[in-house]
Structure formats: structure tokens, C-alpha cells
């Protein structure tokens, strides 16, 4: 009888440390999974952050001081519009456009979110029109224009820089089961957010020199 009560207590004893095991090498692959993925989710931020700066800093770049007025053609939170001479070649603004858009829905169980894409065509005279996404953010309102001062405006004519901000999460992050089995939709939704909204943002000014003349 004591043999017995001590195999059912080791057996006890052995499923107890194994659910241990098992809950830590899970917190373990979590904790794993979504540092690395978020590493590529900062390294993209980051890569996507100097392709549109490169492109502002060449705004209004060649165009005579007497159309500086026309330089940027949109001025949207979403969109960006402006002129450039990209070609050596000829004297004819080019046109350089940003457009966020609504790409993609990720769910998570029952929480959604938004991922936007960031579309960037460049019109070339006398040549193609070359257009693509440069990176996918979840804000799509990622312009914000300002004056002289640092003030933001809505007189294009008064625009002299241009902030940038941008927000990326990491649409592949790892949910443990606790965060699948929460109570309810309220409940998940937190613990989701945990993971996800600290993301990362990036937030810059470029001040073109060519507006400032």
C-alpha cells in the first residue's frame, strides 16, 4: 500500500514539474519569437525612415526660385506630392509622391488592427513611372507640415519642413495560451496591446533648403 501511495505521489510530483517545464519552455519561445521578430520590425522602421527622408531633402531640388510656390503639389497627412528635378538630363520637374493607404487587417483571436502601406511612385520625364511600397506602418497619418518657426501650418506656401512620424508593430508576434484563453474579448484585448502597441514609432523633421530660399 505505502508503494503504491508513493508511485501515485511521484507521478503527482513528475506532472506537476512537467506542466512547469512545459508553461516556462513556452514563456521561454514567446519571450524568443518576439524579440527577434521585432528586431525586423525596427530594422524595416528604420530602413523605410531613410528612404523617405533621402527623397524630402531633395525636395524642390533644381526648380527655379520664381515656382517655388508650386514645389509641393499635395500637402495631406496621407499624402505628399512634390517637385524635383531627378534628371540630369533635361530641366523638367519631376514629381515624387507618397500615399498611405489602407493595405492589409491582421486578427488577433478577436482583436483586429490596421496595417497601412506606404506607396511611393516616382514620375521621371522621359522615362517610366516607377511606384512600390517602401514599408507597411500602422498610422496613416504620417506628414505633418510646418512653417518657419516650427509651427504647423496649412498654407503650403508657409511650409518649410516636414515631419515624419511613423508607427510599426510586429504583425507576427507570439501569443501565449493564457492571452488566447483570456476571460473575455476585454480581457485579451489588454494583454494583446501588451505585446504589440509599444512597438515602435520614428519621428523626424527635414528641413529642405530648397523651400527655405
Not at 524568443?32 to 533621402?54: K, R, W, Y
Not at 514645389?71 to 496621407?78: E, G, L, R, W
Not at 511613423?166 to 504583425?171: E, I, K, Q, S
Not at 488566447?180 to 529642405?208: C, F, H, P
Amino acid at each position: 500500500m505505502a508503494s503504491l501511495i508513493d508511485i501515485i505521489s511521484a507521478m503527482l510530483v513528475g506532472s506537476i514539474l512537467l506542466l512547469v517545464s512545459i508553461k516556462a519552455m513556452d514563456a521561454g519561445l514567446q519571450q524568443f519569437v518576439n524579440h527577434n521578430t521585432d528586431a525586423i520590425a525596427q530594422d524595416e522602421l528604420i530602413g523605410m525612415t531613410e528612404i523617405i527622408q533621402n527623397d524630402l531633402r531633395k525636395m524642390g531640388y533644381g526648380i527655379p526660385e520664381a515656382d517655388q510656390a508650386s514645389i509641393i503639389q499635395s500637402a495631406q497627412s496621407a499624402n505628399i506630392q512634390f517637385l524635383s528635378i531627378l534628371n540630369s538630363a533635361d530641366e523638367i520637374p519631376d514629381t515624387v509622391d507618397y500615399l498611405v493607404a489602407e493595405l492589409d487587417t491582421i486578427t488577433f483571436v478577436d482583436t483586429l488592427m490596421v496595417l497601412y502601406g506606404i506607396t511611393r511612385t516616382v514620375k521621371i520625364s522621359g522615362s517610366s513611372t516607377v511606384s512600390g511600397i517602401v514599408g507597411v506602418i500602422t498610422n496613416n497619418d504620417i506628414f505633418s507640415y510646418l512653417d518657419q518657426m516650427g509651427e504647423e501650418t496649412a498654407v503650403v506656401q508657409s511650409i518649410k519642413m516636414v515631419e515624419v512620424t511613423l508607427v510599426a508593430m510586429n504583425p507576427n508576434v507570439y501569443l501565449s495560451d493564457e492571452v488566447i484563453a483570456a476571460n473575455n474579448a476585454v480581457d485579451r484585448m489588454v494583454e494583446i496591446q501588451k505585446l504589440i502597441t509599444g512597438s515602435y514609432w520614428r519621428q523626424t523633421r527635414v528641413i529642405s533648403k530648397n523651400l527655405r530660399r
